[in-house]
Structure formats: structure tokens, C-alpha cells
């Protein structure tokens, strides 16, 4: 397979470490999630945002380290240093109503004391939610679909868009036919 560089992005709730663990694991392929560059170590998670620079140095770094992987997440307004890396993006649409309901569910079995009234957890956990909610019509100044669609026109490799709520073996099944066609 010539497409060992593989960048999987899309708004948060779309399926794209799920989708990004499997394939790799299926490909025998590293993967690099970039939610671990873009936050600090912290407990609770996703409290710190580590520094642009840093986070760029360290995906860098693995990037070059491993010869086939497999990056999942957004790397918008941070990451263009990367954008000739990548043999193959895959980007993922999914409904807005499925991804928020994705969401919910993930932060349950993550942290339910999001879900206790009064938590400190509860409050990120409700600013993250109206933070997701903005992405299907939001601009440049939030993570959204205008944002990723005016991403993918910096890029040179091909792209597989995928915009309907799939079955992970059925992204598999897709993205394998897809490379195989170029």
C-alpha cells in the first residue's frame, strides 16, 4: 500500500479516533492522535492547552519516527506544517444531532460526574457541548465545517470524504477500496 501517511480529521464527535484505532490496527500502522500534541497531560483531561510550537515539535517529531501511521483529529490553524506529509486524508461528515448524542454518550462512560448539577465537570462538559454545536455553522473563528473545507483545499494528496454515519468495518471496507482505486 503506497498510502502510508494517512491524516483523519473531522468535527469531534465524527468518528475519527475510532475510526483512526481501527484502521491502524488493521493496517498494522501507528497512530497519532492529536488531542495528545494539542493537551497537556492533566486529570481531568483536556484542561491544558500545550504551547503551538511545542505541540507542533512533538507530532513532528512522531510523524518522522514511524514510517506508516495514521493521524486522527483536527489540526487546523496549527498543524499546515504537516500538510505534505500526508499520502491520503480521509474526512469525516456525520449528522449534527448523531455527533452531539455521540458525544453525550462518550463523556458517560469518560467522566459521568459531568453529568452530576453543580460539578465543575458538568460546566466544561456544557461549554465543550455548545462549543460542538457551532461546528456545522460556524466560521473561521471556531472549529467548523467552513474551517475543515477551507483546510482541505491547502492539500496536494487525495481525498476521501465520507459524509453519512457508517459502521466502522463499513469506513474500513470504504477507505480500503478507495486507496485501492489510486
Given at each position: 500500500?503506497?498510502?502510508?501517511?494517512?491524516?483523519?480529521?473531522?468535527?469531534?464527535?465524527?468518528?475519527?479516533?475510532?475510526?483512526?484505532?481501527?484502521?491502524?490496527?488493521?493496517?498494522?500502522?501507528?497512530?497519532?492522535?492529536?488531542?495528545?500534541?494539542?493537551?497537556?497531560?492533566?486529570?481531568?483531561?483536556?484542561?491544558?492547552?500545550?504551547?503551538?510550537?511545542?505541540?507542533?515539535?512533538?507530532?513532528?517529531?512522531?510523524?518522522?519516527?514511524?514510517?506508516?501511521?495514521?493521524?486522527?483529529?483536527?489540526?487546523?490553524r496549527?498543524?499546515?506544517?504537516?500538510?505534505?506529509?500526508?499520502?491520503?486524508?480521509?474526512?469525516?461528515?456525520?449528522?449534527?444531532?448523531?455527533?452531539?448524542?455521540?458525544?453525550?454518550?462518550?463523556?458517560?462512560?469518560?467522566?459521568?460526574?459531568?453529568?452530576?448539577?453543580?460539578?465543575?465537570?458538568?460546566?466544561?462538559?456544557?461549554?465543550?457541548?455548545?462549543?460542538?454545536?457551532?461546528?456545522?455553522?460556524?466560521?473561521?473563528?471556531?472549529?467548523?465545517?467552513?474551517?475543515h473545507?477551507?483546510?482541505?483545499?491547502?492539500?496536494?494528496?487525495?481525498?476521501?470524504?465520507i459524509?453519512?454515519?457508517?459502521?466502522?468495518?463499513?469506513?474500513?471496507?470504504?477507505?480500503?477500496?478507495?486507496?485501492?482505486?489510486?
Open positions: 500500500m503506497k498510502q502510508k501517511r494517512i491524516h483523519i480529521t473531522g468535527a469531534s464527535g465524527s468518528g475519527t479516533t475510532t475510526l483512526g484505532k481501527a484502521l491502524a490496527t488493521n493496517l498494522g500502522y501507528s497512530q497519532l492522535d492529536t488531542d495528545k500534541y494539542y493537551w497537556l497531560p492533566t486529570e481531568p483531561p483536556y484542561q491544558e492547552i500545550r504551547a503551538v510550537e511545542a505541540r507542533q515539535s512533538l507530532l513532528q517529531k512522531d510523524m518522522l519516527k514511524y514510517d506508516s501511521w495514521i493521524s486522527t483529529g483536527s489540526i487546523c496549527w498543524g499546515d506544517f504537516a500538510l505534505g506529509y500526508f499520502d491520503l486524508v480521509i474526512f469525516l461528515y456525520i449528522p449534527h444531532n448523531v455527533r452531539i448524542k455521540r458525544l453525550f454518550e462518550r463523556e458517560k462512560t469518560r467522566c459521568p460526574e459531568s453529568f452530576t448539577e453543580d460539578s465543575i465537570r458538568a460546566k466544561q462538559f456544557k461549554e465543550f457541548i455548545d462549543w460542538a454545536k457551532l461546528y456545522d455553522d460556524g466560521g473561521e473563528e471556531v472549529r467548523s465545517l467552513y474551517m473545507n477551507q483546510w482541505l483545499k491547502k492539500l496536494s494528496c487525495p481525498i476521501l470524504r459524509e453519512e454515519e457508517l459502521p466502522v468495518e463499513e469506513l474500513i471496507a470504504r477507505v480500503e477500496t478507495f486507496i485501492e482505486t489510486l
